[in-house]
């Protein structure tokens, strides 16, 4: 189970070849005709920041083909000039540029909204400001040049179209005036993913369940869309940059990466183990690494040791405990993340908290938590360094479902026969996707309003017999049952219950059903209808003996009512 390699009787080259086979055989699925997200720029270019940097950059700018240049002043100068440019010199070259000086009210009041060729720039207020109409008559400016010490457009990663940087750092200006001077055309990207809202557990009869998408991406792409009854979420294709992070955090698969789908991902992986070992290789460790940072390693001469294998992803969020989980099930002795610069803060804080939930799963299970690891910057030891356990199992899984919920069961179920479950509850990170219900029965009706609700298979009804069942594998912890039920009969569990009870089926509460005074037919329980008198007790359509309608099944109720208006048919108006 975690038994300790013995470092001698590695062969490396015998590792490198098994590596190079696994490369000739198998490529990393990639969409090779994704669907594209199109920028269209004229070059019309808002220039934010102090008068004396707007200018600077506008002088630099002009002439190199952009539509227009407008410059807000949106913070004071600074204290000294730079002395690079006389500032009357400086003025008479920007003295036809439009130009606008907000205070530094106006300036906390301007926001700043869009992507590449559709930015809005408006002033809030009781009667708002579009700075584009105001200023260059046109419906919204294509590029952003933001030379504020703070950006304005408050967002980790900024959008296509939108350059911050500050004047006077001088080693990068050049370049990225030109790099912004360029922004003029055409543009294509890719569309990362796809939304399947029949899967997401993000609202239901009006309540607001799962959030992880939104609490995760970088870019503020995804929204929660408030329609007539339910919320729905929605990517803007426009703002979405691939970070992956949301398809990760998603446990149930309604946010698919493209560029590859998750479930093509796993299925490389354990094709790529499999090939491994059958060219003789031992000890494999796949490290999940940017396309990018393996381009700069290769570029600077990196060879990494035969027993290493590289897993390319457009971003290290593509990938999350599920996928790394994935590959010790099929027989990765160690899986490592190698992190690169320039991370944004939530996805560095999204791979911390994946890591922590895979970290849990693994010890409640009965593996050592190292097998999974975070590798810095620049860790070349940690990064060549030979696994210190052997790898969990020798034969690869076989995928047969497409879901994504049922595929990781599948993965946990794997580790819990290779490992030594705990049998008991354990505690996972906040926001975690595993946990169980406790289920009121004494408040309990058996409405079923949980069941229609639920977002997975998790809850179901008993069929014919008044009963509600939980599996709790199938369990994302959404907490829209507990929303949903009228009784608040229901409360959630967080936490991996590392027992086979997790993935058995269970009755939570069931009843006899009351059968219909009038047929004797069933179709409800005895304490639905017990609640339903209650609270009907007073209603002048049920005083009386009508009270016993509520007794009746949906056909008895009907005739009864008939046969009151044929007796008095002027029973109706009494009402």
Known sequence: MNQRIQLASIDD??????????????????????ANVTYHSRG??????????????????????LASLTLVFTAPNAAEADGEINDSDLFAATEMLTTQALTRAQSEKLRISGYLGMFKAVLDGDEPVDLARALIERESFDVVLDLNATPLLAVELLPPGYVAMQWQNNEQRSDTLDSFADLIGEFDKPRYFQVNNDLCAHSASGNVGCTRCLD????????????????????????????????????????????????????????????????????PVLRFITHESLDAERAAGVTTPGHVIDVPLEELGAAGHDQWLTGLANGAAEVRIQLHDGMPPRLSAFLEHQVAQAHGLLAALGHDTTRIKLLPVDAGSERDALPSLTPLTDTSLAFTEPNKRARLNLVLARLAELGAPSGERHAVPKGAAYGGINVNSAACTLCHACVSNCPTPALKSGGDTPALSFLEADCVQCGLCEQACPEDAITLTPGFLAASERVTRHICHEEAAFECIGCGKPFATASTVATIKAKLANHPYFAGDAMARLEMCEDCRVKDVWKTMARDPDAQLKV
Not at 44 to 65: C, I
Not at 245 to 267: K, V, W
């Open 216 to 283: 995760v991406c970088p870019a503020d792409a995804i929204s929660s869309i408030q329609g007539r009854i339910e919320s729905r979420i929605e990517i803007d294709p426009f703002l979405c940059q691939g970070v992956g992070s949301c398809t990760s955090a998603c446990p149930t698969g309604a946010i698919e990466f493209r560029l590859p789908e998750t479930r093509r991902q796993q299925d490389t992986l354990a094709a790529w183990l499999t090939a491994y070992r059958e060219a003789g290789g031992e000890v």
């Open 44 to 65: 019309h270019a808002l220039l934010l920041g102090s008068e004396r940097d707007t200018r600077q950059a506008a002088r630099t700018l002009q002439g190199r083909g």
């Open 13 to 34: 080259q015998r590792n490198v070849a098994a590596r190079e086979t696994v490369r000739r055989r198998i490529s990393w699925p990639v969409n090779l005709t994704p």
